[in-house]
């Protein structure tokens, strides 16, 4: 059965940092790019960063460049999101999605404020 | 970065068919933007449907299908069932950037 799970979300005040984690199971995670998606409550999917299979190129979109950092770990499966100066913007669910295979993971949720 | 238009939302009789659109503000939709098709229930985390144009997964129903249509990525659903009422969000990729558009509330009534 395939598996995305992500952790590490939470409440952090504006200016903070939170790392992301998605842990995959069940499918070949080295074969695929992977995404994080997030969805503020009531609005519609944004897409947030991509990162190919063997980690060699990412892109981001323009709302969180020079802020957020994506990256994966083939040995343990599993995809990361490094967020730094976090906004009220920010405050979002973050889903981790294998976009092609057709995986999403059930999200974590972040929350910016003070 | 462009912009990706869908229809904000449609209404479909049971049984009936209706066509979900998916634009982009660059110009026509290509097999080169992969056009994805997405179903989200609220609540829930979205569910794929479609990818690259018309190919479906295992578990896609067969009363949905992908096509371009006139310059546009489309959904069409053909017997539309009470669980199909959902929100459908497309998603287009460009060289190094993919954009969702605003997704289609689809009422079935």
């Known amino acids: 059965e395939v598996q995305l799970v992500e952790s590490g979300g939470g409440l952090v005040q504006p200016g903070g940092s939170l790392r992301l984690s998605c842990a995959a199971s069940g499918f070949t995670f080295s074969s695929y790019w992977m995404y994080w998606v997030r969805q503020a409550p009531g609005k519609g999917l944004v897409w947030v960063s991509r990162i190919n299979s063997d980690g060699s190129s990412t892109s981001y979109a323009d709302s969180v460049k020079g802020r957020f950092t994506i990256s994966r770990d083939s040995a343990k499966n599993t995809l990361y999101l490094q967020m730094n100066s976090l906004r009220a913007e920010d405050s979002a669910l973050y889903f981790c999605?294998?976009?092609?295979?057709?995986?999403w993971g059930q999200g974590t949720l972040v929350t910016v404020s003070s | 970065q462009a912009v990706v238009t869908q229809e904000p939302s449609l209404t479909v009789s049971p049984g009936g068919t209706v066509t979900l659109t998916c634009g982009s503000s660059t110009g026509a939709v290509t097999s080169g933007h992969f056009p994805f098709w997405f179903q989200q229930k609220p609540g829930q985390a979205p569910g794929t449907l479609i990818y690259d144009i018309s190919n479906k997964y295992s578990w896609t129903p067969a009363r949905f299908s992908g096509s371009l249509l006139g310059g546009k990525a489309a959904l069409t659903l053909s017997g539309a069932q009470p669980e199909d009422e959902a929100e459908y969000f497309c998603c287009l990729f460009y060289s190094d950037a993919a954009v969702f558009g605003g997704g289609t509330k689809l009422t079935v009534l």
């Open positions: 999605a294998c976009i092609r295979a057709g995986h």
